[in-house]
Nanobody, 120 residues
């Protein structure tokens, strides 16, 4: 059974930094794209950043220059370094990954979410 487990959320003041981590575990043949979404109360879940297995990255305009996504393929982990945090970054952050279960089956998985709160 495949799981994604996030860690690193918390409460920080405006201008502060946090680093989110997400670890994939279970019967995994390989991992394609990994990334982060976020959802604030009353809002839809929005893309924050993604990274391919080769290291190509994509960011939402609202976080460019402040957030950095990275991954460790050997450890099956993805990270999100968040700097210069703003109150509008407050949300539940979800890890996601496109995981190959075998040579034929690929599925999208989500983590349980971790709360990030930025106080003004």
């Amino acid at each position: 059974q495949v799981q994604l487990v996030e860690s690193g959320g918390g409460l920080v003041q405006t201008g502060g930094s946090l680093r989110l981590s997400c670890a994939a575990s279970g019967s995994i043949f390989g991992i394609n794209n990994m990334g982060w979404y976020r959802q604030a109360p009353g809002n839809q879940r929005d893309l924050v950043a993604t990274i391919t297995s080769g290291g190509n990255t994509n960011y939402a305009d609202s976080v460019k220059g402040r957030f950095t996504i990275s991954r460790d393929n050997a450890k099956k982990m993805v990270f999100l370094q968040m700097n210069s945090l703003k109150p509008e970054d407050t949300a539940v952050y979800y890890c996601h990954a496109t995981i190959r279960l075998n040579e034929v089956i690929t599925r999208l998985y989500w983590g349980q979410g971790t709360q990030v709160t930025v106080s003004s």
